[in-house]
T-cell receptor
Framework: GIQVEQSPPDLILQEGANSTLRCNFSDSVNNLQWFHQNPWGQLINLFYIPSGTKQNGRLSATTVATERYSLLYISSSQTTDSGVYFCADSYNNNDMRFGAGTRLTVKP | DSGVTQTPKHLITATGQRVTLRCSPRSGDLSVYWYQQSLDQGLQFLIQYYNGEERAKGNILERFSAQQFPDLHSELNLSSLELGDSALYFC???????????FGQGTRLTVV
C-alpha cells in the first residue's frame, strides 16, 4: 500500500519563527490533504492540494505531484499553531492513508 | 464546525462490552471513513463506505463492524472490548471517493 513519510517527527520553535514540514509519498499523489490536530484532538482541514501551491494567511502549501512530495510552510509561528500536523493521500481513490505526523511546539 | 457529527463525544465502558459509535456525514457527502487513533499514535484507517456499500477495508479487527444506512449515516460497532481498544475514533466524510474529506470531532472511547 501507499507509504506516507513525514518529517521532521518533532519540531520546537520560538514564537515568530518560520518552519517547513515535509510529506513524501511512495506512490502517485492523488488527493493530498494537510490537517492540524489541536491539543483538544480536533482535526482541522488546512489544505486540499493535489498539486500546485495554495496560501491561507500565514500558512501555505506546495505539492509537486511528479516528485511525490508536499511541503507545508508556517510563517511567523504562534503558540496556537502547536499540535500535530498530518498529511494524507488517497490510495486507489478509496481510503486516505496518513503519515505519522509532525508534532510542533511553539514556545512563547 | 466541519459539518460531520459524531456521537457520543465520550464513552466509558467495561471490558467485554459492546458499543456503537454513530456518524452523520456532511449534507450531500456519500463517502464515510472510520479511523482509530490510539494514544499519541497516528490515524489508522479502519473502513470506508460509499453510498451504502463497503469500498475499502483497513486494519479493522474482526470484533469491529460498520455499516452505512440509506440515509447515509454510519455506525461503527465495537464488541468484546479490550483495554487496548481505548482510543479516539474519528469519522470523516467526502462528496466522492477522491475529494476533500472532513472530520468529525471524534468519539473518545475508554475501556476500563
Amino acid at each position: 500500500g501507499i507509504q506516507v513519510e513525514q518529517s521532521p517527527p518533532d519540531l520546537i520553535l520560538q514564537e515568530g519563527a518560520n518552519s517547513t514540514l515535509r510529506c513524501n509519498f511512495s506512490d502517485s499523489v492523488n488527493n493530498l490533504q494537510w490537517f492540524h490536530q489541536n491539543p483538544w484532538g480536533q482535526l482541522i482541514n488546512l489544505f486540499y492540494i493535489p498539486s500546485g501551491t495554495k496560501q491561507n494567511g500565514r500558512l501555505s502549501a506546495t505539492t509537486v505531484a511528479t516528485e511525490r512530495y508536499s511541503l507545508l510552510y508556517i510563517s511567523s509561528s504562534q503558540t496556537t499553531d502547536s499540535g500535530v500536523y498530518f498529511c494524507a493521500d488517497s490510495y486507489n481513490n478509496n481510503d486516505m492513508r496518513f503519515g505519522a505526523g509532525t508534532r510542533l511546539t511553539v514556545k512563547p | 464546525d466541519s459539518g460531520v457529527t459524531q456521537t457520543p463525544k465520550h464513552l466509558i465502558t467495561a471490558t467485554g462490552q459492546r458499543v456503537t459509535l454513530r456518524c452523520s456525514p456532511r449534507s450531500g457527502d456519500l463517502s464515510v471513513y472510520w479511523y482509530q487513533q490510539s494514544l499519541d499514535q497516528g490515524l489508522q484507517f479502519l473502513i470506508q463506505y460509499y453510498n451504502g456499500e463497503e469500498r475499502a477495508k483497513g486494519n479493522i479487527l474482526e470484533r469491529f463492524s460498520a455499516q452505512q444506512f440509506p440515509d447515509l449515516h454510519s455506525e461503527l460497532n465495537l464488541s468484546s472490548l479490550e483495554l487496548g481498544d481505548s482510543a479516539l475514533y474519528f469519522c470523516a466524510s467526502s462528496v466522492a471517493r477522491d475529494t476533500e474529506a472532513f472530520f468529525g470531532q471524534g468519539t473518545r472511547l475508554t475501556v476500563v
